[in-house]
């Protein structure tokens, strides 16, 4: 045990290194990029000594609270640990430093953003986080991942119509897999609504168009979901379709069980 204390404590000052480099003025002043790799770096560090710490904390309170799992202990009600503070600090140093230096401003806005949803913060904050980082025009990729997790925030506090339209955003982005994931999960939202009709549109594609057919990642649950939009709306030859193409093309897929027609 002790071994380990030591090496988290050369993880610390590594990380306390990291973020002082990046602070250095004058002559040894970092440039732009570097210091923002730097906190970022710093930030990455302080938050795996975040892990052991919070995992840490979780036991105590698991014992306090005779609870008989770990995971009966909500991340929520873990104090905000020394690193977590540690790590924050440095990505907001990140932002302050480099405010529009792509693509460190916009990926530490969307990684800032989830270490405080994580700890079961109103997603208020995550949110305006988000939409800077958006506003920075990132690659379509990172685009589509800070999209994703806005709509999630955007539901959660009851605009829709925003989250909707987050999902259709990254659904409409090129050059990254997230698209389709983003397509799915408009449809999944609007299913939600019991709006079976537009459920079919948006999802037939993955039944027809060869770029989304076989995604092993989606696929399988847009044609589960359309078998079950074709269902409900009494169309029971589209229905079966989409769940015998789902079952023949996804042979080990975890959704198996849930095609009956």
């Not at 799992?69 to 990140?94: C, I, W």
């Not at 339209?165 to 990254?170: G, I």
Request: charge should be neutral; aromatic fraction near 6%; proline fraction near 5%.
């Amino acid at each position: 045990r002790k071994d380990r204390a030591d090496g988290w404590d050369v993880v610390r000052a590594g990380a306390a290194y990291l973020k002082n480099a990046a602070r250095l003025k004058g002559d040894k002043s970092p440039s732009a990029l570097l210091q923002s790799r730097l906190f970022y770096e710093a930030a990455w560090a302080w938050r795996s000594v975040a892990d052991e710490e919070v995992k840490a904390a979780r036991t105590r309170i698991q014992e306090e609270t005779k609870k008989s799992d770990l995971t009966d202990v909500p991340l929520s009600a873990v104090p905000l640990q020394p690193a977590e503070k540690e790590a924050r600090a440095a990505y907001e140093e990140l932002i302050a430093a480099q405010p529009e230096l792509l693509p460190l401003a916009a990926q530490a806005r969307l990684e800032l953003a989830e270490t405080r949803l994580q700890c079961g913060e109103p997603p208020a904050a995550a949110v305006t986080l988000l939409k800077q980082a958006l506003d920075l025009e990132p690659a379509p990729d990172l685009s589509a991942r800070i999209g994703l997790r806005l709509a999630d925030c955007l539901f959660q506090t009851g605009d829709s119509v925003g989250g909707l339209r987050q999902l259709d955003r990254a659904g409409g982005l090129s050059d990254t897999p997230l698209a389709p994931v983003a397509r799915y999960r408009a449809a999944a939202w609007i299913a939600g609504q019991g709006e079976w009709d537009k459920v079919v549109v948006r999802l037939t594609p993955f039944r027809d168009e060869d770029a989304l057919k076989k995604l092993d990642f989606v696929t399988d649950k847009a044609l589960l979901l359309l078998g079950k939009a074709y269902a409900v709306l009494g169309q029971d030859g589209p229905s079966t379709q989409a769940y015998e193409q789902m079952l023949t093309t996804f042979a080990d897929s975890g959704w198996r069980r849930q095609a009956h027609y």
